[in-house]
C-alpha cells in the first residue's frame, strides 16, 4: 500500500535547489531521448545547449529571447504570489503590442526623442487594461480568472489580425497582413552594432529590482504574501482583498505589454501577426522554475530561452526535429513539479498485515 | 572598365577559390514556415529539398520557424554555419532575408513570393499559381449542378485574388451562371478553421469547395458531404478520393535543382523568377474519372494551351466587380496587373475585405 504523508520540516535550502534539480533532470532526459532517437546524446546536447551561446552574436540573441519571458514572468510572478491565477499574458502582451504598436503608427512620419517613451507607455498601459477585465471580473462578478484571462488571449489576437489586415495594413504592402515599419523614433536603440539585444533588456532589469523591493520592502508586497500563503488569514488581518487583485493584475499587464511593445519595437519593427511565438505562455513555466522570485525569474529565463535557440541549432546541425524544444520545456515544467511534490510529501510504501485491511 | 576588371578578376578569384572545394563544402539550408508533415506549402519546399539532396548537395533544414522575431536568426544561423545558399520559404521572411543578406555578400539568398531584392544576392521566385486555377475554374464549372463554387481565401493579397479571379473567368466561360462565394479565413493553416469555411460553403449550396490555404481539412469536409473538391500545394487525393477532381501542385523541385548547381558553379544571378506550367513549376495531380472522359480530354488540352502561351489566363474583355473595363477585348493582363490585382472581377460574390 502507497500511503502519502505531508512534510512538516521542509527545508528552504531544498526549495531553491529543486529547480536546479529539474534541470539536471531535464538534461538527463534530453540525452536519454536524443539516443533513442539514434544521435550520439552527448554530441546532440553540446549543440543543443552550448553551441547556441558559443560566441558573443549568440549570447545577444540568449539575452534577446530572454528579455520578453523575464519581463513577463516577473509581472506574473504578483499574480501567482497572491493566488491570481493570470493566464492571460499573452493577451496582454498582444494587447500592449496593439497599443503601443498604434501610438507608432501614428507617429510613422514624424521623428522626435519623445516618440519611444510615448510607445511604451501606451504599451504598458495597454496590457494594464487587458488585464483589468478579468481582475474586474473577479472582483465585482466572481468570474474565473482563469478562464477569462484566457479567453481574452483569443479577442487580442483576432483584434490584432482585424487592424493589420485591415484599417492599419501598410497602404503600399499589397494587402499583405502587416502594417508599416515603424519609423526610426519609435524603435528601441541597439545596445551593440551588429546584434540585435537593444534597450528592452534595461526595462526587464529594472523591472527585476523594482519586484523585489515592491515584495520584499513594501507593505503591499507583504499583503500579497501573505494572500498567497492564507486567504482567510488576509481577510483577517483587514487588508483590502479587492484592490490588491487589481493591482497585481495590473502589475503583471503592464509587464506583458512591456514584452509586448519591446519585441515590436526592438527586433520586429512593425505590428504583423507573428509577433510573439507563446511568450506570454512560456513565461507561466519560467514563473514556476524562477520560483516566484525575481533573480530566480532572471535565471530560469535564460535557461528557457536556450530551449529556443538549442532546439534551432540541433535542427541546423543534426537535423533533430525542432519540437524537441517543446519537449524540453514540457520536461522542466514536469521535473519541477514532480520534485516538488516529493519535496512537500513523504511517499510510504507499507507492507500490508492482515488486521491493517480492516482500518 | 576598372570596373568590369575587377568584377572579372573577383570572379575569377571565386572560381578559382571556390570551383576546387565547392563540392565537398557547398551546403544549401531551407527555412519551412510549417512542418514538412503539412501535407500542403512546406511539404512540397521539404520535396524539392529533397531532390537537391538527391542531386548530390548536401542540405539542411528548420522546419516551423516563426515569422516574427526568430527568422532573422535562424537565417542568420545558416548563413554563419557554413550555407551558400539559403531558401527562406515564406513571405513573412522578407525583411530578415534581406537584412541578412547585407552582412552576408557571399551567401545567397532566395526568398519565396516576396518581392524586396535589396542586395544583389538575393533573389525571389514564386509561380503562376493562377494558371491552375483557370483549369480547376474550367473544371468546376462544368462539375457544378448548383451554379456556387465554394472558395476558401487566406489573405486579401494580390496572389490570392489573383486566384479567385482566374478560377471564376474560367468558369463563367463555360458555365455564364456561375456565383463564386469565398469566405475570407484569414490563416495559411489552420483545419478547424478551414473545415468550417468549408462546412458553411457547403450549407450555402456551393457544391464544388476550392482553398488557397494549405490544410487537408476542406477537401475531408468536401468527401464527407459528398461535394466536389480540389486539392491545394501538393497532391492530396488519397485524403478524398472521391471527392478530389485534380490538385494544383508546388513543384519546385527543379528550380530548387537549377539554382543549387548554379550557385555551387558560380553561374548564379540575382533574378526574380515566376514560372508556371510551362516549366513545371505549376503542375496537375491526376484527374478524376468522374470527371468523365471528354471534360478530361478538354482540359489536359487547355493546360497544354496554358503552357504553350497560346491561351492567357487573364485574356480581355474582363470586367470588374462594377462593370468598368479591365482588360480590352484581345489583350491579356501583363505581369505588372498580376502581381498588384487588388479587385475582383465580375461575377465574384462580396467585397475585398478592407
Excluded at chain 1, 515544467?333 to 511534490?341: H, V
Excluded at chain 2, 490544410?215 to 497532391?235: H, I, L, R, Y
Excluded at chain 2, 470586367?319 to 477585348?329: F, H, P, R, S, T
Amino acid at each position: 500500500m502507497i500511503k502519502i504523508e505531508k512534510r512538516n520540516d521542509v527545508p528552504m535550502v531544498l526549495y531553491f535547489f529543486t529547480p536546479f534539480i529539474a534541470i539536471i533532470l531535464t538534461i538527463l532526459g534530453g540525452g536519454i531521448i536524443f539516443y533513442i532517437l539514434g544521435f550520439n546524446p552527448i554530441e546532440a546536447l553540446k549543440f543543443y545547449f552550448i553551441t547556441p551561446i558559443s560566441n558573443l552574436y549568440g549570447f545577444s540573441e540568449l539575452l534577446l529571447k530572454a528579455t520578453p519571458l523575464c519581463l513577463i514572468a516577473i509581472g506574473l510572478s504578483f499574480c501567482f504570489k497572491s493566488n491570481n491565477w493570470n493566464i492571460g499574458a499573452e493577451g496582454q502582451l498582444t494587447f500592449g503590442a496593439i497599443v503601443g504598436g498604434g501610438v507608432a503608427l501614428l507617429f510613422y512620419n514624424q521623428e522626435g526623442f519623445y516618440i519611444l517613451p510615448l510607445v511604451i507607455l501606451a504599451g504598458a498601459i495597454g496590457g494594464m487594461i487587458f488585464a483589468l477585465i478579468p481582475a474586474v471580473l473577479k472582483t465585482y462578478f466572481n468570474t474565473n480568472e482563469i478562464l477569462v484571462s484566457l479567453m481574452l488571449v483569443y479577442v487580442s489576437k483576432l483584434l490584432l489580425d482585424y487592424l493589420v489586415v485591415g484599417p492599419w495594413s501598410n497602404p503600399e504592402g499589397f494587402n499583405f497582413p502587416e502594417t508599416r515599419q515603424f519609423n526610426d523614433s519609435s524603435r528601441m536603440p541597439l545596445l551593440f552594432e551588429g546584434l540585435r539585444i537593444h534597450a528592452g533588456i534595461f526595462l526587464a532589469l529594472a523591472a527585476v529590482m523594482l519586484s523585489w523591493f515592491i515584495l520584499y520592502k513594501t507593505y503591499l508586497g507583504f499583503q500579497i504574501k501573505v494572500s498567497g500563503l492564507s486567504l482567510k488569514t488576509a481577510k483577517y488581518a483587514g487588508f483590502k482583498g479587492k484592490t490588491m487583485i487589481l493591482v497585481v493584475f495590473m502589475i503583471s499587464g503592464a509587464c506583458a505589454g512591456l514584452a509586448g511593445v519591446g519585441e515590436i519595437t526592438g527586433p520586429i519593427g512593425q505590428l504583423h501577426r507573428m509577433i510573439s511565438p507563446d511568450y506570454g505562455f512560456t513565461a507561466i513555466i519560467v514563473a514556476f522554475l524562477g520560483r516566484l522570485n525575481p533573480f530566480g525569474i532572471i535565471f530560469a529565463s535564460l535557461v528557457v530561452a536556450l530551449t529556443y535557440l538549442g532546439a534551432e541549432t540541433a535542427q541546423i546541425f543534426l537535423q533533430i526535429p525542432k519540437y524537441i524544444g517543446q519537449v524540453f520545456q514540457g520536461m522542466i515544467l514536469f521535473f519541477l513539479l514532480a520534485s516538488d511534490y516529493l519535496l512537500f510529501f513523504k511517499v510510504k510504501i507499507l507492507s500490508l498485515k492482515k488486521n491493517e485491511l480492516r482500518h | 572598365m576598372y570596373k568590369n576588371f575587377f568584377r572579372y578578376l573577383i570572379s575569377a578569384i571565386f572560381l578559382l577559390g571556390f570551383s576546387v572545394n565547392s563540392n565537398a563544402d557547398f551546403k544549401v539550408g531551407f527555412v519551412y514556415v510549417g512542418p514538412t508533415g503539412d501535407h500542403g506549402w512546406t511539404f512540397q519546399h521539404h520535396e524539392g529539398r529533397n531532390a537537391v539532396e538527391a542531386a548530390g548537395i548536401k542540405t539542411t533544414f528548420v522546419e516551423s520557424v516563426p515569422e516574427g522575431a526568430d527568422a532573422e536568426r535562424v537565417i542568420r544561423q545558416l548563413a554563419q554555419s557554413g550555407h551558400d545558399l539559403i531558401f527562406t520559404t515564406s513571405f513573412g521572411y522578407m525583411d530578415p532575408t534581406n537584412k541578412v543578406a547585407k552582412d552576408f555578400p557571399n551567401v545567397k539568398f532566395e526568398h519565396a513570393t516576396g518581392y524586396k531584392r535589396e542586395h544583389s544576392n538575393v533573389s525571389t521566385y514564386s509561380a503562376r499559381f493562377y494558371e491552375g486555377r483557370t483549369l480547376l475554374g474550367h473544371i468546376a464549372g462544368k462539375m457544378t449542378k448548383t451554379n456556387t463554387i465554394g472558395y476558401i481565401a487566406s489573405f486579401p493579397i494580390p496572389e490570392v485574388i489573383r486566384g479567385i479571379n482566374a478560377m471564376t473567368l474560367a468558369a463563367q466561360k463555360v458555365n455564364p451562371n456561375i456565383k463564386t462565394k469565398i469566405v475570407w479565413v484569414f490563416t495559411w493553416y489552420d483545419p478547424g478553421k478551414e473545415a468550417e469555411a468549408a462546412q458553411a460553403l457547403i450549407d450555402q449550396g456551393a457544391d464544388v469547395i476550392m482553398q488557397h490555404t494549405d490544410s487537408t481539412a476542406p477537401v475531408q469536409t468536401a468527401e464527407k458531404a459528398g461535394v466536389w473538391s480540389f486539392g491545394q500545394a501538393s497532391d492530396m487525393q488519397r485524403f478524398a478520393p472521391k471527392s478530389i477532381l485534380t490538385s494544383i501542385i508546388d513543384d519546385w523541385a527543379p528550380y530548387y535543382v537549377e539554382r543549387a548547381i548554379a550557385a555551387r558553379d558560380g553561374t548564379w544571378k540575382q533574378q526574380d523568377t515566376w514560372h508556371g506550367l510551362k516549366e513545371g513549376m505549376v503542375a496537375m495531380g491526376p484527374y478524376n474519372s468522374a470527371m468523365g472522359a471528354d471534360l478530361v480530354k478538354e482540359v489536359e488540352q487547355l493546360q497544354k494551351d496554358l503552357a504553350s502561351g497560346k491561351v492567357h489566363s487573364f485574356t480581355g474583355p474582363i470586367y470588374d466587380q462594377k462593370g468598368n473595363i479591365l482588360v480590352a477585348e484581345g489583350k491579356v493582363a501583363d505581369d505588372g496587373m498580376l502581381a498588384g490585382m487588388s479587385v475582383y472581377v465580375k461575377g465574384v460574390e462580396g467585397d475585398i475585405p478592407k
